[in-house]
């Protein structure tokens, strides 16, 4: 068991399921160029990948000159700050993990790749914002995950050293970036990844698949 004085959080796919506003956004614009939709597991899969990787899913990325794939991708990201939010949902997992945090008094905060315009949407339109003590996002930086420079900002915003914080994730990155700013770290069984993918090979402390996965191997100091 570990003890523990604050926890850092990735949102995609770890603390919430944003996945349903990619839905929209890439549905709405496929539509606008007579495309056919694509799977909702297959946008799932590419969620925590960013607008480069998402345009790419949307259109045959070889088949665009760089001028009209940077045109696409900004006109994906307009969808997307009209919808952000509008759709998500706390993972429930993480909504008795938050209460848990919030009721010993243990600051959590956010750690995410995403630009703060739409994390700001999203935690403004689900009111995540209310208890969140610091929000580190990826125009906050100069190097995103697996860099570990977001979660040492967080951590010095939460005055806490970063042995004494889990980060807890569902990508290969946030598990390298936890173990490299020194954290403990957690990998979350719900998030946006293939199933093929070995989460065990990503070597966290422990891996989250309910609360009772939190519990076991956590206290708080």
Known sequence: MMAIRGVLFDLDGTLMDTAPDFYVTLH???????????SELTIRNRVSDGSRALTQL?????????????????????????????????FPEMTEIL???????????????????YTELILERSSLN???KVLVCADDLSNAKPDPEGILLASRELDLNAQDILY???????????????CRTAAVTFGYFDE????????????ITSLSDFERQTKFQ
Not at 196 to 207: K, L, T
Request: hydrophobic share 35%.
């Open 99 to 117: 209460n848990i945090l919030d009721s010993n008094q243990i600051p959590w905060g956010i750690v995410t790749n995403k630009p703060r315009l």
């Open 168 to 182: 807890v994730g569902d990508h290969e990155r946030d598990i390298i970036a936890g173990k490299r700013a020194g």
């Open 130 to 132: 209310l208890n969140c």
């Open 58 to 90: 949307c259109f045959d990325h070889d088949s665009l000159d760089p001028d009209t794939f940077e045109q696409r991708r900004l006109e994906l990201l307009d969808i997307y700050a009209e919808v952000a939010g509008h759709q998500v949902s706390i």
């Open 196 to 207: 093929e993918i070995n989460i065990d090979s990503w070597s966290a402390d422990f891996v």
């Open 28 to 38: 709405e614009l496929r539509q606008r160029y007579q495309l056919p939709r694509l």
